[in-house]
């Protein structure tokens, strides 16, 4: 196996245990969507007011506690993730 082919396992398999869920759903409402928008300004506001929201939660206090330890976040795995962002129901539809 390559560099290039290890990098491309363990990035998703990264995405899978380092990052919150909720920072990966949000982030790829916000791609799809971004997709269907011609507004860069409206896409750079909806990412900072997005990026506003994700750190005021419990998921980005809990990552920045995992840090210094490296030891990995529990990121409320088991909870239900919310859908609080009002950017993304106009434009795509909720998962089913």
């Known amino acids: 196996m390559t560099e290039l082919d290890e990098a491309v396992v363990a990035t998703p398999a990264g995405f899978a245990t380092d990052v919150s869920p909720r920072a990966v759903t949000t982030a790829k409402r916000q791609l799809w969507g971004d997709l269907l928008e011609t507004d860069v300004g409206g896409?750079?506001?909806?990412?900072?007011?997005?990026?506003?929201?994700?750190?005021?939660?419990?998921e980005y206090r809990e990552g920045v506690a995992a840090l210094p330890?490296?030891?990995?976040?529990?990121?409320?795995?088991l909870a239900p993730l919310r859908r609080t962002d009002a950017f993304f129901r106009?434009?795509?539809?909720?998962p089913v």
């Open 43 to 58: 896409s750079v506001e909806r990412s900072r007011a997005l990026l506003d929201e994700l750190m005021a939660g419990p």
């Open 69 to 77: 330890g490296e030891t990995p976040a529990p990121f409320l795995a």
């Open 90 to 94: 106009r434009t795509v539809p909720a």
